[in-house]
Every structure is written in structure tokens, then in C-alpha cells.
């Protein structure tokens, strides 16, 4: 309960921040929007163009791509801070002020920014799944509804603790933006149905680095009924559980390295 | 209650003679802790707290051996060589409830890393430290809450939002409660004059209502240590004089131990009652202040400028107690080093008038640099 209260006091300070700057808020809104009508816009005008991907049609493939974007906003919501640790604010010795705080570090990361043009990427992706799914000649189950619900917030929650444990390692080699980034690219081939890839890639995107788990397999289960959504939605808690387990784990351990800078 | 007003105005009356007569701290000082001992009735039978003890800690940073340029900080990437950086060197001293210790040294000298040991943010590679008997990088959460921590080169606060907000945040932070809250924000606008820029963002703050704002900041939650480092780094004199009073108030008022590390033998002879100095990462000098100048003296530095005319070295001394020295790069400087208890300083002054004919002159106090040096060139004599 106290951390509910601090989060949403830290929250409110983390608006006026953006807000402290008039101009700065009103070309970033309309930058948003822009942004935000123009991926919209061009992700339909390609799909017009598909006649269809290895079997899928071209609405089934913005269902798809549409959910995807569901955990991956609500991942940039609330982690965005931990870009920054692993770019800049370790290697500046900037983490200071967080060791000195009576509240752990990682709450503090999550506290320190609240973004909210996640909330933009959510309207495009919700948009994107209804206009498809009205074109799609699926029934749909309500095991089918439940999964995908869980998919997107657990999936975020995986996509969350992939940043923790990368950004981390900021702590021991000062920068570690580069490499979390290579990793994050790799939610852009789970926006895809998995099918379209060779085995190899399949793989990974399943057991490894398991976006496909959370964005491919729910809207399989939804389109053709490919899997249990009940025992899938089971595995990608129980995955959630323990990547986010896991990667708290790392972070603790690797913030014990922090250096500081000298002053 | 009324023991406590006593402190006060002990206090009160300790500083007052500190402006006025040459000053003895030790003693005095030493009488202010007395009382300021008996002041805090506890409970337990130990007596005084031991606030902080340090034990033989280390701290060693490895860094890669680097080639030089380009072609070297490649072949950096392939080596396996280290050097080790002994930055603080088996370092140990215990600071008592309600001290307010000089922790000095040269740059680099190991200061910082030694406080940043103390508050939790670095672990150290070996021996311990414990504060209020918990040891802060293992309980760093805990330990948070007893202390608070000003860098000078590195605000705490929201470089965007006004003072008041930050401090409301902090408030959540260290769940302060609301009277507690008000009174101390009461108490800080009166010490440090924080009220004026309260609803001003940090950014525009200048370095002066910055430190003044950081420094409130970390009093917020009533810590029992205060650690300072540079407190009064880049600071104007007026603004150096009001962060000085409210150190002294605030150890006044809450007994807090106040940790700091400086540059400014001012801040130092106006504030410490003891002082650990620091050099090459080990301890060449604990206690008070008071010996450290009874073994050196109240050093000054005269620096005179001469016209090209007078030839410093015909000049018959003023006497023993003064030592000139020149500087080869600049002809027409001359520095009479003296101990300001021996030489009369109106004298020594006509007589750079009238014997240097010196056209501009600087009267500086003896450095902490000057200080490290003296003590290790005495250490080394001791050796031989």
C-alpha cells in the first residue's frame, strides 16, 4: 500500500516534469499523434498490398501485428527508465541519489518515469485488432479472449524483466544499451505469425527470448484454436513469474558492482 | 528540556567568541560535547553511541592496463592486466553521537570513496563499516533512513519540478509525517532560507540556492548522520556563512553527527571539533583541531607584489618567525610565510610597506594541501 502511494506520488511528479515545459509537452502531444496516424496509416496500406503470408490472410496478419503492440506499450508505460540505465546513467554515475533512498533501487527506476506514450502505441494496436478481427472468419471463444489478455500483460511483464536484466548489466560493464537492444529488436519478428520462420528462429522465439510465447501462440489459439488457452495461459504466468524472479535476482546481485564516479 | 537549551545557548555563546578571539576549539569544543553528551539521556547504560565505526576497510579498483591511443585501447580489449587502485587503504576510526568531524584531504585522496563506502553506495572489497551497528551495504534500505547525504558536485533533487514538489516526494520517501513535515520545513526556511525559491524549478536555482536547497533536502527525514561532501564547493562567502549556521543548528537542535569533507580550512575551523585527514587512501592524521594547529601554528601566507626595483633577497628579513620564499616564474611576487601567533600581523604589514615598497598584497590562511605535506614530511622524519 505505502509503495501504491509513493509510486503514484513519484508518477505525478514524473508529469509535471514533462509538462514543466510548455512548448516542449505541446510539440511532443502533436508529434504523438502524427506518429501514431502515420504507423497506423502505413501498416494498413501494407497489408492491402499482401495477398496473403504463408497461408495467413492479411487481416489475420494485423491481428497479429496489432497485439503485438499491446505488451510491448504496456512494457514502455512503466519501464522506459531502464533504457537510460543501461545507456547513460550508470556510466555517469548518476545512480547515486536511488542507492541513497530508503526504497529499492529498481522500485526507484520504475518511479522515475511514467511514459506516457504508451498509451498512444495501446490506441493503435486496440484499433488495429478490432478492425481486423471484424474481418476475420473465426469464431471466438472466450478461453481464446482470456489468453490474450494474459498474453499481453504478463507478456509485458516478460518484456520488462528482459530489460531489467540486460540494463543491469550496465553495473559491471558501465554500458549495456547496445546489447538490450539487439534483444528488444527480436520483438519485432514475434509482430509476425511464428510459422513464417525456419525452425531455428521458431525456437528461439519460444524458449529463449519467449515473445513468440505471448504474442504468437495466443493468436494462433484465437484464429485456429491451436492450443489449450488455459494451460498456454497457465505457462505464460508461470514464465512471467520466473523471468521477472530471475531478473531481479540479476539486478541485485549486479548493483552491488555499481562504481559511481568520482567527484 | 532545559539541558537542552543549555546546549543552545552554549553553543550559541562558543560561536560568538569564535568570531572575536583567536580561537581554541579544541577545548571549547571538547566542553560543547560534554554537555552536548549529557544532553541525550538514554536509556541504555553504554552511554555515549558509537554512530559510526569504521574497521579496516579497503576499497581497490581494478582497471584495466590501457594502451595509448587508438591501436592500444584495442589491444586493452585482449589483455588480462590490471592495476589495482588502492583508493581508501585499511582505514579505521569510530565517530561518536553528535560530532561533527572534518573528513580532509588532498584531491583524490580517497575521501569520497570512503563516504560513499559509509552511506551504502559502494561495497567496500574489504573490512567493514557499520553505522548505528548495521553495515550499510548489506542493510542499505535501513540504513537509508538514519542518514542523509549531500554531494556537492551532484543534486538529489528534480532537475525540472519546483523545490516544493522534490521535497514532497521525499516526504513519501522517508514517510514523514505531516507535523513532523511542517515543523522541519519551518525550521529549514529559518536556517537556510529555503522559502524564497520554493516554487522555483532546480534548474533555475543558482549553485548557492542549490546547495542550500540539496542540503534541506536531506535534513527532511531527520537523519542521525549527515554526510557532507563539499558542502561549500564554488560557494560565496555570504552563502558558505548561512550553510555553516545551519550545520551548527541542526547538530544544535537533533544532535545529528555531521560528516563532512572540504577544501575550505574555514569551513573546517568553524565547524570540526576533530578531524581525520586522509592521504594516498590511509589515515595520517585523527583528532582535533586544536593539535593539528598547535603543531602547526596559525600559518599564514603573505603574498606581496613588488616593483622590479627592490630585490627581494637585499631586503633584510623581518625575523626569524617569517620565511620568504619566491616564485621563479613570477619576479615580482614574494610570500612571507608566518605563524599569525608569533608575528604581529600590523607590523609585518608596515614593513612590507616600507621595506618591499609592495605595490598589492594577499593575506591567505595555510592550505589543507600545506597541512597533508607538513604531516607527512614530519611523519617521514619520524621514520628516520
Same mark, same amino acid.
Given at each position: 500500500?505505502r509503495?501504491?502511494?509513493?509510486?503514484?506520488?513519484?508518477?505525478?511528479?514524473?508529469?509535471?516534469?514533462?509538462?514543466?515545459?510548455?512548448?516542449?509537452?505541446?510539440?511532443?502531444?502533436?508529434?504523438?499523434?502524427?506518429?501514431?496516424?502515420c504507423?497506423?496509416?502505413?501498416?494498413?496500406?501494407?497489408?492491402?498490398?499482401?495477398?496473403?503470408?504463408?497461408?495467413?490472410?492479411?487481416?489475420?496478419?494485423?491481428?497479429?501485428?496489432?497485439?503485438?503492440?499491446?505488451?510491448?506499450?504496456?512494457?514502455?508505460?512503466?519501464?522506459?527508465?531502464?533504457?537510460?540505465?543501461?545507456?547513460r546513467?550508470?556510466?555517469?554515475?548518476?545512480?547515486?541519489?536511488?542507492?541513497?533512498?530508503?526504497?529499492?533501487?529498481?522500485?526507484?527506476?520504475?518511479?522515475?518515469?511514467?511514459?506516457?506514450?504508451?498509451?498512444?502505441?495501446?490506441?493503435?494496436?486496440?484499433?488495429?485488432?478490432?478492425?481486423?478481427?471484424?474481418?476475420?472468419?473465426?469464431?471466438?471463444?472466450?478461453?481464446?479472449?482470456f489468453?490474450l489478455?494474459?498474453?499481453?500483460?504478463?507478456?509485458?511483464?516478460?518484456?520488462?524483466?528482459?530489460?531489467i536484466?540486460?540494463?543491469?548489466?550496465?553495473?559491471?560493464?558501465?554500458?549495456?544499451?547496445?546489447?538490450?537492444?539487439?534483444?528488444?529488436?527480436?520483438?519485432?519478428?514475434?509482430?509476425?505469425?511464428?510459422?513464417?520462420?525456419?525452425?531455428?528462429?521458431?525456437?528461439?522465439?519460444?524458449?529463449?527470448?519467449?515473445f513468440?510465447l505471448?504474442?504468437s501462440?495466443?493468436?494462433?489459439?484465437?484464429?485456429?484454436?491451436?492450443y489449450n488457452p488455459?494451460?498456454?495461459?497457465?505457462?505464460?504466468?508461470?514464465?512471467?513469474?520466473?523471468?521477472?524472479?530471475?531478473?531481479?535476482?540479476?539486478?541485485?546481485?549486479?548493483?552491488?558492482?555499481?562504481?559511481?564516479?568520482?567527484? | 528540556?532545559?539541558v537542552?537549551?543549555?546546549?543552545?545557548?552554549?553553543f550559541?555563546?562558543?560561536?560568538?567568541e569564535?568570531h572575536?578571539?583567536?580561537?581554541?576549539?579544541?577545548?571549547?569544543?571538547?566542553?560543547?560535547?560534554?554537555?552536548?553528551?549529557?544532553?541525550?539521556?538514554?536509556?541504555?547504560?553504554?552511554?555515549?553511541?558509537?554512530?559510526?565505526?569504521?574497521?579496516?576497510?579497503?576499497?581497490?579498483?581494478?582497471?584495466?592496463?590501457?594502451?595509448?591511443?587508438?591501436?592500444?585501447?584495442?589491444?586493452?580489449?585482449f589483455?588480462?592486466?590490471?592495476?589495482?587502485?588502492?583508493?581508501?587503504?585499511?582505514?579505521?576510526f569510530?565517530?561518536?553521537?553528535?560530532?561533527?568531524?572534518?573528513?580532509?584531504?588532498?584531491?583524490?585522496?580517497?575521501k569520497?570513496?570512503?563516504?560513499?563506502m559509509?552511506?551504502?553506495?559502494?561495497?567496500?572489497?574489504?573490512?567493514?563499516?557499520?553505522?548505528? &551497528?548495521?553495515?550499510?551495504?548489506?542493510?542499505?534500505?535501513?540504513?537509508?533512513?538514519?542518514?542523509?547525504?549531500?554531494f556537492?558536485?551532484?543534486?538529489?533533487?528534480?532537475?525540472?519540478?519546483?523545490?516544493?514538489?522534490?521535497?514532497?516526494?521525499?516526504?513519501?520517501?522517508?514517510?514523514?509525517?505531516?507535523?513532523?513535515?511542517?515543523e522541519?520545513?519551518?525550521?529549514?526556511?529559518?536556517?537556510?532560507?529555503?522559502?524564497?525559491?520554493?516554487?522555483?524549478?532546480?534548474?533555475?536555482?543558482?549553485?548557492?540556492?542549490?546547495?542550500?536547497?540539496?542540503l534541506?533536502?536531506?535534513?527532511?527525514?531527520?537523519?542521525?548522520?549527515?554526510?557532507?561532501?563539499?558542502?561549500?564547493?564554488?560557494?560565496?562567502?555570504?552563502?558558505?556563512?548561512?550553510?555553516?549556521?545551519?550545520?551548527?543548528?541542526?547538530?544544535?537542535?537533533?544532535?545529528?553527527?555531521?560528516?563532512?569533507?572540504?577544501?575550505?580550512?574555514?569551513?573546517?575551523?568553524?565547524?570540526?571539533?576533530?578531524?581525520?585527514m586522509?592521504?594516498?587512501?590511509?589515515?595520517?592524521?585523527?583528532?582535533?583541531?586544536?593539535?593539528?594547529?598547535?603543531?602547526?601554528?596559525?600559518?599564514?601566507?603573505?603574498?606581496?607584489?613588488?616593483?622590479?626595483?627592490?630585490?627581494?633577497?637585499?631586503?633584510?628579513?623581518?625575523?626569524?618567525?617569517?620565511?620568504?620564499?619566491?616564485?621563479?616564474?613570477?619576479?615580482?611576487?614574494?610570500?612571507?610565510?608566518?605563524d599569525?601567533?608569533?608575528?604581529?600581523?600590523?607590523?609585518?604589514?608596515?614593513?612590507?610597506?616600507?621595506?618591499?615598497?609592495?605595490? &598589492?598584497?594577499?593575506?591567505?590562511d595555510?592550505?589543507?594541501?600545506?597541512?597533508?605535506?607538513?604531516?607527512?614530511?614530519?611523519?617521514?622524519?619520524?621514520?628516520e
Amino acid at each position: 500500500m505505502r509503495y501504491v502511494k509513493l509510486y503514484l506520488t513519484c508518477i505525478k511528479r514524473s508529469m509535471m516534469s514533462r509538462l514543466e515545459y510548455k512548448k516542449d509537452s505541446i510539440i511532443s502531444i502533436l508529434s504523438f499523434l502524427i506518429s501514431n496516424a502515420c504507423s497506423l496509416g502505413s501498416i494498413f496500406f501494407i497489408l492491402q498490398a499482401i495477398p496473403s503470408l504463408k497461408g495467413y490472410t492479411p487481416a489475420e496478419v494485423g491481428f497479429f501485428y496489432g497485439f503485438s503492440m499491446l505488451p510491448i506499450a504496456l512494457d514502455h508505460l512503466f519501464s522506459d527508465e531502464f533504457w537510460l540505465v543501461a545507456y547513460r546513467r550508470v556510466q555517469l554515475g548518476d545512480m547515486d541519489r536511488h542507492f541513497l533512498r530508503p526504497v529499492p533501487v529498481i522500485f526507484q527506476m520504475f518511479a522515475e518515469t511514467f511514459q506516457p506514450d504508451g498509451f498512444g502505441e495501446i490506441i493503435v494496436g486496440v484499433t488495429m485488432i478490432t478492425i481486423c478481427g471484424l474481418n476475420l472468419q473465426t469464431s471466438v471463444s472466450f478461453g481464446a479472449i482470456f489468453v490474450l489478455i494474459i498474453g499481453a500483460i504478463f507478456g509485458a511483464i516478460i518484456i520488462t524483466s528482459f530489460k531489467i536484466a540486460l540494463s543491469s548489466l550496465a553495473f559491471i560493464f558501465k554500458k549495456s544499451g547496445p546489447l538490450l537492444q539487439i534483444v528488444y529488436n527480436f520483438t519485432i519478428y514475434a509482430k509476425y505469425p511464428i510459422a513464417i520462420y525456419p525452425q531455428a528462429i521458431r525456437f528461439i522465439l519460444i524458449f529463449i527470448l519467449p515473445f513468440g510465447l505471448f504474442i504468437s501462440l495466443p493468436v494462433d489459439t484465437l484464429l485456429y484454436g491451436s492450443y489449450n488457452p488455459y494451460l498456454l495461459s497457465l505457462i505464460i504466468v508461470g514464465a512471467a513469474i520466473a523471468f521477472f524472479a530471475l531478473a531481479t535476482l540479476i539486478w541485485t546481485l549486479c548493483a552491488r558492482r555499481y562504481e559511481s564516479t568520482g567527484s | 528540556m532545559s539541558v537542552c537549551c543549555f546546549v543552545v545557548d552554549d553553543f550559541q555563546y562558543f560561536q560568538d567568541e569564535g568570531h572575536t578571539t583567536t580561537k581554541e576549539p579544541s577545548t571549547r569544543d571538547a566542553s560543547f560535547f560534554c554537555l552536548a553528551r549529557c544532553g541525550t539521556i538514554r536509556n541504555d547504560t553504554k552511554g555515549i553511541l558509537n554512530m559510526i565505526q569504521v574497521q579496516n576497510l579497503s576499497k581497490i579498483f581494478r582497471k584495466p592496463i590501457r594502451g595509448k591511443g587508438l591501436v592500444g585501447m584495442l589491444a586493452t580489449l585482449f589483455s588480462r592486466k590490471y592495476t589495482e587502485i588502492r583508493a581508501v587503504d585499511d582505514v579505521s576510526f569510530d565517530i561518536m553521537e553528535g560530532e561533527i568531524v572534518g573528513y580532509i584531504g588532498s584531491n583524490g585522496a580517497g575521501k569520497s570513496t570512503t563516504i560513499k563506502m559509509m552511506c551504502g553506495i559502494l561495497t567496500p572489497t574489504s573490512g567493514k563499516v557499520l553505522i548505528d &551497528d548495521k553495515e550499510p551495504y548489506l542493510k542499505r534500505r535501513i540504513v537509508a533512513k538514519d542518514i542523509g547525504v549531500v554531494f556537492g558536485q551532484k543534486s538529489q533533487l528534480w532537475w525540472d519540478i519546483p523545490l516544493i514538489e522534490s521535497f514532497k516526494v521525499l516526504k513519501e520517501v522517508y514517510q514523514v509525517s505531516d507535523s513532523d513535515y511542517e515543523e522541519r520545513i519551518q525550521f529549514l526556511s529559518s536556517v537556510l532560507g529555503v522559502d524564497e525559491f520554493m516554487n522555483q524549478p532546480v534548474r533555475t536555482l543558482s549553485l548557492g540556492q542549490r546547495m542550500r536547497a540539496d542540503l534541506a533536502a536531506s535534513m527532511l527525514h531527520n537523519p542521525k548522520i549527515l554526510f557532507l561532501d563539499e558542502p561549500t564547493i564554488g560557494m560565496d562567502v555570504l552563502v558558505k556563512d548561512k550553510i555553516r549556521t545551519a550545520i551548527h543548528a541542526l547538530n544544535a537542535k537533533y544532535h545529528t553527527t555531521v560528516v563532512l569533507t572540504t577544501h575550505d580550512m574555514a569551513d573546517i575551523e568553524n565547524l570540526c571539533s576533530r578531524i581525520i585527514m586522509i592521504e594516498k587512501g590511509k589515515i595520517i592524521y585523527d583528532g582535533p583541531l586544536g593539535n593539528i594547529k598547535r603543531r602547526f601554528g596559525n600559518i599564514k601566507t603573505l603574498t606581496l607584489t613588488i616593483p622590479p626595483s627592490v630585490d627581494p633577497n637585499e631586503v633584510k628579513p623581518f625575523s626569524e618567525d617569517v620565511m620568504m620564499e619566491l616564485d621563479e616564474d613570477h619576479k615580482d611576487k614574494v610570500m612571507l610565510k608566518f605563524d599569525a601567533d608569533k608575528v604581529v600581523l600590523e607590523h609585518i604589514i608596515q614593513y612590507s610597506f616600507s621595506q618591499y615598497h609592495a605595490i &598589492d598584497m594577499k593575506i591567505t590562511d595555510i592550505s589543507i594541501e600545506d597541512v597533508v605535506k607538513k604531516i607527512l614530511a614530519q611523519q617521514e622524519e619520524e621514520h628516520e
